[in-house]
Protein backbone atom coordinates (compact mmCIF):
# COMPACT_ATOMS: atom_id res chain seq x y z
CA UNK A 1 0.00 0.00 0.00
CA UNK A 2 0.77 3.91 -1.12
CA UNK A 3 2.04 5.99 2.38
CA UNK A 4 -0.17 8.83 2.85
CA UNK A 5 1.30 11.34 1.00
CA UNK A 6 0.73 9.30 -2.18
CA UNK A 7 -2.64 8.89 -1.32
CA UNK A 8 -2.85 12.91 -0.15
CA UNK A 9 -1.77 14.16 -3.89
CA UNK A 10 -4.01 11.47 -5.66
CA UNK A 11 -6.85 12.89 -3.84
CA UNK A 12 -5.68 16.44 -4.52
CA UNK A 13 -5.94 16.26 -7.87
CA UNK A 14 -9.05 14.29 -8.36
CA UNK A 15 -11.31 16.38 -5.98
CA UNK A 16 -11.96 20.57 -5.68
CA UNK A 17 -10.01 22.35 -3.16
CA UNK A 18 -13.25 22.14 -1.06
CA UNK A 19 -13.77 18.32 -1.11
CA UNK A 20 -10.14 17.85 -0.81
CA UNK A 21 -10.51 19.64 2.32
CA UNK A 22 -13.16 18.04 3.19
CA UNK A 23 -11.38 14.58 2.86
CA UNK A 24 -8.37 15.66 5.25
CA UNK A 25 -10.69 16.85 8.03
CA UNK A 26 -13.05 13.57 7.64
CA UNK A 27 -9.71 11.36 7.96
CA UNK A 28 -8.48 13.51 10.88
CA UNK A 29 -11.89 12.96 13.11
CA UNK A 30 -12.27 8.80 11.90
CA UNK A 31 -8.39 8.83 13.20
CA UNK A 32 -9.56 10.66 16.76
CA UNK A 33 -13.03 8.60 16.43
CA UNK A 34 -10.73 5.49 16.14
CA UNK A 35 -8.45 6.10 18.68
CA UNK A 36 -11.70 6.06 21.40
CA UNK A 37 -13.69 3.35 19.79
CA UNK A 38 -10.61 0.69 19.52
CA UNK A 39 -10.76 0.83 15.80
CA UNK A 40 -7.34 1.10 13.79
CA UNK A 41 -6.54 5.02 13.00
CA UNK A 42 -4.25 4.83 10.55
CA UNK A 43 -6.87 2.84 8.13
CA UNK A 44 -9.87 5.33 9.29
CA UNK A 45 -7.48 8.21 8.69
CA UNK A 46 -7.15 6.13 5.00
CA UNK A 47 -10.30 5.43 4.52
CA UNK A 48 -11.64 8.81 5.37
CA UNK A 49 -9.24 10.24 3.25
CA UNK A 50 -10.85 8.49 0.52
CA UNK A 51 -13.87 8.14 0.99
CA UNK A 52 -15.15 10.57 -1.87
CA UNK A 53 -12.50 9.05 -4.52
CA UNK A 54 -15.86 9.25 -6.73
CA UNK A 55 -17.00 12.55 -5.78
CA UNK A 56 -16.03 14.73 -8.42
CA UNK A 57 -17.35 12.67 -11.01
CA UNK A 58 -21.17 13.10 -13.05
CA UNK A 59 -24.21 12.13 -12.27
CA UNK A 60 -24.29 10.49 -15.82
CA UNK A 61 -20.76 9.44 -15.71
CA UNK A 62 -21.91 7.25 -11.97
CA UNK A 63 -24.73 5.78 -13.24
CA UNK A 64 -22.93 4.52 -16.50
CA UNK A 65 -20.17 3.26 -14.12
CA UNK A 66 -22.28 1.44 -11.59
CA UNK A 67 -24.48 0.00 -14.37
CA UNK A 68 -21.36 -1.07 -15.68
CA UNK A 69 -19.95 -2.76 -12.97
CA UNK A 70 -23.25 -3.70 -11.46
CA UNK A 71 -23.37 -1.76 -8.57
CA UNK A 72 -27.13 -0.54 -8.68
CA UNK A 73 -29.16 -2.10 -5.72
CA UNK A 74 -32.28 -0.08 -5.76
CA UNK A 75 -33.98 1.31 -8.97
CA UNK A 76 -33.98 4.78 -6.64
CA UNK A 77 -30.17 4.87 -7.20
CA UNK A 78 -31.00 6.18 -10.57
CA UNK A 79 -32.93 8.84 -9.36
CA UNK A 80 -30.33 9.93 -7.11
CA UNK A 81 -27.21 9.03 -8.83
CA UNK A 82 -24.71 11.16 -6.57
CA UNK A 83 -25.33 8.56 -4.03
CA UNK A 84 -23.66 6.09 -6.35
CA UNK A 85 -20.26 7.60 -5.58
CA UNK A 86 -19.86 5.53 -2.64
CA UNK A 87 -20.10 2.10 -4.44
CA UNK A 88 -18.35 3.29 -7.48
CA UNK A 89 -15.97 5.16 -5.40
CA UNK A 90 -14.67 1.77 -3.83
CA UNK A 91 -14.91 0.20 -6.84
CA UNK A 92 -12.64 2.70 -8.53
CA UNK A 93 -10.19 2.62 -5.25
CA UNK A 94 -10.03 -1.64 -6.03
CA UNK A 95 -9.48 -1.44 -9.89
CA UNK A 96 -7.58 2.04 -10.28
CA UNK A 97 -5.59 2.52 -6.90
CA UNK A 98 -5.16 -1.65 -6.12
CA UNK A 99 -6.88 -0.96 -2.48
CA UNK A 100 -7.50 -4.63 -1.60
CA UNK A 101 -8.66 -4.17 2.35
CA UNK A 102 -12.17 -5.42 2.08
CA UNK A 103 -12.80 -2.91 5.52
CA UNK A 104 -11.93 0.14 3.50
CA UNK A 105 -13.85 -1.24 0.26
CA UNK A 106 -16.84 -1.33 2.52
CA UNK A 107 -16.49 1.83 4.61
CA UNK A 108 -16.24 3.66 1.52
CA UNK A 109 -18.89 2.13 0.39
CA UNK A 110 -21.37 2.52 2.53
CA UNK A 111 -20.64 6.14 3.99
CA UNK A 112 -23.83 8.24 2.02
CA UNK A 113 -26.38 5.20 3.28
CA UNK A 114 -25.36 3.58 5.76
CA UNK A 115 -26.12 -0.37 6.12
CA UNK A 116 -27.49 -2.91 8.07
CA UNK A 117 -23.94 -5.05 9.07
CA UNK A 118 -22.18 -1.49 9.96
CA UNK A 119 -19.05 -1.97 11.74
CA UNK A 120 -17.32 0.39 14.08
CA UNK A 121 -14.94 1.34 11.03
CA UNK A 122 -18.06 2.30 8.92
CA UNK A 123 -20.00 3.85 11.05
CA UNK A 124 -17.06 6.31 12.11
CA UNK A 125 -16.50 6.88 8.80
CA UNK A 126 -20.17 7.71 8.08
CA UNK A 127 -20.11 10.12 10.91
CA UNK A 128 -16.73 11.34 10.49
CA UNK A 129 -17.72 12.59 7.57
CA UNK A 130 -20.74 14.37 8.77
CA UNK A 131 -19.27 15.95 11.81
CA UNK A 132 -15.92 17.31 10.44
CA UNK A 133 -15.33 21.00 10.47
CA UNK A 134 -16.01 22.07 7.53
CA UNK A 135 -19.67 21.00 7.62
CA UNK A 136 -22.37 23.16 9.06
CA UNK A 137 -25.93 22.34 9.03
CA UNK A 138 -28.52 22.24 12.09
CA UNK A 139 -28.08 19.64 15.28
CA UNK A 140 -23.68 19.44 13.83
CA UNK A 141 -22.72 20.26 17.15
CA UNK A 142 -25.35 17.60 18.75
CA UNK A 143 -24.22 15.02 16.44
CA UNK A 144 -20.33 15.34 17.06
CA UNK A 145 -21.10 15.26 20.79
CA UNK A 146 -22.63 11.67 19.94
CA UNK A 147 -19.88 10.55 17.98
CA UNK A 148 -17.60 10.96 20.28
CA UNK A 149 -19.50 9.37 22.58
CA UNK A 150 -21.72 6.26 21.41
CA UNK A 151 -21.82 5.33 18.07
CA UNK A 152 -25.18 3.67 17.69
CA UNK A 153 -27.32 6.75 18.95
CA UNK A 154 -25.10 9.11 16.78
CA UNK A 155 -25.92 7.04 13.86
CA UNK A 156 -29.60 7.56 14.59
CA UNK A 157 -29.22 11.07 15.45
CA UNK A 158 -27.24 11.63 12.09
CA UNK A 159 -29.64 9.27 10.02
CA UNK A 160 -32.84 11.14 11.34
CA UNK A 161 -31.21 14.33 10.78
CA UNK A 162 -30.53 13.40 6.78
CA UNK A 163 -34.32 12.36 6.26
CA UNK A 164 -35.48 15.33 8.05
CA UNK A 165 -33.24 17.09 5.62
CA UNK A 166 -34.40 15.30 2.74
CA UNK A 167 -37.95 16.22 3.71
CA UNK A 168 -37.09 19.87 3.84
CA UNK A 169 -35.96 20.36 0.90
CA UNK A 170 -38.64 18.01 -1.18
CA UNK A 171 -35.77 15.73 -2.05
CA UNK A 172 -35.95 11.84 -2.43
CA UNK A 173 -35.52 9.74 -0.10
CA UNK A 174 -33.73 6.45 -0.64
CA UNK A 175 -35.35 3.45 1.31
CA UNK A 176 -32.48 2.12 2.61
CA UNK A 177 -31.91 5.05 4.43
CA UNK A 178 -34.88 4.45 6.28
CA UNK A 179 -34.09 1.10 6.52
CA UNK A 180 -30.78 1.60 7.88
CA UNK A 181 -32.75 4.56 10.69
CA UNK A 182 -35.00 1.78 11.62
CA UNK A 183 -32.37 -0.87 12.41
CA UNK A 184 -30.80 1.66 14.59
CA UNK A 185 -33.25 2.50 16.22
CA UNK A 186 -33.81 -0.48 17.52
CA UNK A 187 -30.57 -1.22 18.05
CA UNK A 188 -30.53 2.10 20.80
CA UNK A 189 -33.55 0.71 22.15
CA UNK A 190 -33.31 -3.05 22.92
FE1 LIG B 1 -19.43 11.16 0.09
FE1 LIG C 1 -17.71 13.09 2.23
Avoid at 165 to 170: A, M, N, R
Amino acid sequence: MKDYGEYIDIIQKRLSPRRFQHCLQAAQVAAEMAGIFGADPDKAYLTGLLHDYAKGISGGELLRLADEHSLIQDEVDRWVPDLLHAPVGAYLLRHELGITDAEILKAVTCHTMGALDMNALDKIIFLADMVEPGRDYPGQERLKCLAFRDLDKAMLFGLESTIRYCLDQGRILHPQTIAVRNHFLKRVSD
